[in-house]
């Protein structure tokens, strides 16, 4: 199997590359945010949970999204392998995750990491808030919530990884086909 954390702050193009890449390498793509998201669409109390948080920019309980994972990954057992994006955003969320995929005896191979700096992030996530409809796009303190978020919480997860050995930068600028070819590269090496 080939399991691929995709990571990188908010606006940093994870699920415009997941896209692409779920497609080329025949893999599952297990989005949190948009997990979350169909959750509030239809109205179910995990979605009534989930949505002033998200409306904030601060993160879901880290119990809410392990069991989140947990049912997608239960209910794709002949996946070929998955792209997580936009988790793990925690440390206890990224030893859950272990602890799941030791028990399929298929770890994570790599966590490949988009740079890109904060400035450009705030540019993109502004414009993206324009046409993208979500609320959590369109206001310039949420969005600095969400990037202090990820400082604060999700960017320590860089060591972990780097701790296992999984850790592989890659730049985030440029065009997204530039992107595309530099994280193919990379895992065609893995
Ligand atoms: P972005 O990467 O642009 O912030 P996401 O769609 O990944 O967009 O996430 C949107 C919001 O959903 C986050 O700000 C957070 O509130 C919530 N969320 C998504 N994934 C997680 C997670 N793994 N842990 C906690 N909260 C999450």
Redesign the pocket.
């Known amino acids: 199997m080939l399991n691929i954390v995709l990571f990188?702050?908010?606006?940093?193009g994870?699920?415009t590359q997941s896209a692409r890449l779920l497609e080329k390498y025949h893999l599952v793509h297990l989005?949190?945010?948009?997990?979350?998201?169909v959750e509030i669409a239809n109205g179910t109390s995990l979605g009534l949970e989930?949505k002033s948080?998200?409306e904030?920019?601060?993160?879901?309980?880290?119990a809410?999204?392990i069991g989140m994972?947990k049912n997608k990954i239960d209910a794709n057992p002949a996946a070929a392998g998955f792209i997580f994006?936009?988790?793990?955003?925690?440390k206890a969320?990224a030893a859950a995750l272990d602890d799941m995929l030791a028990e399929k005896s298929a770890p994570i191979k790599a966590m490949l990491a988009l740079e890109v700096n904060d400035d450009e992030l705030m540019k993109r996530?502004l414009l993206?808030g324009k046409d993208s409809g979500?609320p959590?796009?369109a206001n310039p303190e949420v969005i600095s919530r969400?990037i202090l978020?990820?400082n604060n919480k999700t960017a320590p997860l860089i060591d972990y990884y780097k701790d296992q050995d999984k850790f592989r930068s890659v730049d985030g600028i440029g065009t997204v086909e530039e992107i595309f070819e530099s994280l193919c590269g990379v895992i065609d090496g893995l």
């Open positions: 990188g702050p908010p606006g940093a994870k699920g989005s949190t945010g948009d997990i979350l998201r989930a948080i998200m904030r920019g601060e993160l879901v309980p880290d809410v999204v994972i994006d936009g988790f793990p955003r925690t969320q996530l993206r979500r959590d796009d969400r978020e990820y």
